[in-house]
């Protein structure tokens, strides 16, 4: 079986031993591929401070739709066949197929930008049904985002990014994120990337439209492959606003987002208020209270670009 093929099948479980508590079983669903090398998606210590171990009382049933979004449903209604007790989900677009596969068990939500405007939840203090979770804040994060880059590259107008169609989460946002954009004296060229081997076209298109710079959102697909889209980035001389720590390490310019460690815990918290007995419509859906400046000179260096002393100061980290 090829390296793609195998990213589109089920994460087999870890064996397991003789256990005395009672072993839940979770599902898990994103689009991309599983993480390399292979173990949790998260930080398990939050979940084991709580008494959650994955191979003692806790296994995951691990579903990764590679960059075909179409499997998301085919992978959300096995989730239910397999009677999983809670499935947690990785974007929207994840949250979304879990959705639609089941009105009965619980649905945690590991990250998705709006929920509300999704229809994924009534409200977010309310939120009914059987979704809750943590919510990235999609919308005034990608705001803040823009204003960052903004003072990064003053005289940038036209800003590239990178769009994942089949993320439900940007086609909410997107008159309001607009607005953001012509605020601030920015032309968005919105580039569509659905697949990964769509990648080499867009950034010949943004070379083709000039463009001065690039936003590339937290999308598992972008995630999956952030190594080559930043090593894109650089050889077109374009910095880049990226969703994640990790986008920056792999070499973007900066990042501003939420803090993974939050996440993390929140993750946790829900985790333990279903596994005992907490319904998801009472536990209101959370957002961020903690984000983070991280910004890389190596990637300033190789692109001549000198980074505002006023930023550098309140990075939180910086890479050289």
């Known amino acids: 079986m090829g390296a793609a093929a195998a990213n589109l099948v089920a994460v087999p479980l870890a064996a397991m031993g003789q256990q005395t508590d009672k072993v839940h079983r979770i599902g898990y669903l994103q689009l991309g591929n599983p993480p390399i090398p292979a173990g949790p998606d998260w930080d398990p210590g939050p979940l084991r401070d709580l008494g959650w171990i994955e191979g003692k009382n806790l296994v995951f049933e691990r579903r990764y739709a590679g960059d075909r ?30 959705k639609e596969a089941t009105t009965h068990i619980p649905i945690v939500i590991y990250s998705a930008g709006d929920p509300v405007g999704a229809g994924l939840v009534a409200s977010l203090s309310r939120p009914g049904g059987n ?64 697949v990964a081997s769509e990648l080499g076209n867009a950034f010949a298109e943004l070379a083709r439209r000039r463009a001065q710079a690039l936003v590339v959102r937290q999308d598992n697909l ?26 920056v390490e792999d070499g973007g310019l900066v990042s501003y987002t939420y803090s993974p460690e939050e996440r993390n815990r929140r993750f946790a918290f829900f985790l333990d208020k279903i596994l005992r007995g907490a319904k998801p419509a009472d536990l209101p859906v959370e957002r961020p209270t903690k984000f983070k400046l991280v910004i890389n000179l190596n990637t300033a260096n190789a692109l001549g670009l000198t980074i505002p002393q006023s930023l550098l100061l309140r990075a939180d980290e910086v890479i050289q």
């Open 222 to 247: 972008f995630v999956t492959n952030s190594v080559s889209i930043m090593r894109a980035s650089v050889e077109h001389a374009l910095p880049t606003m990226v969703g994640s720590r990790d986008m």
């Open 69 to 98: 979004p179409e499997l998301l449903q085919r992978f959300a209604a096995e989730l239910v066949r397999l009677k999983v007790e809670i499935i947690v989900t990785s974007g929207t677009d994840a949250a979304v197929a879990a």
């Open 131 to 194: 979704i809750t979770g943590f919510s990235i804040l999609t919308t005034e994060l990608d705001v803040k985002r823009l204003e960052v880059l903004h003072e990064v590259l003053p005289s940038a107008q036209r800003v590239g990014e990178l769009v994942n169609p089949n993320n439900p989460a940007f086609r909410v946002a997107r008159k309001e994120y607009e607005e953001a954009f012509r605020s601030l004296g920015m032309q968005p060229i919105f580039i569509n990337v659905a």
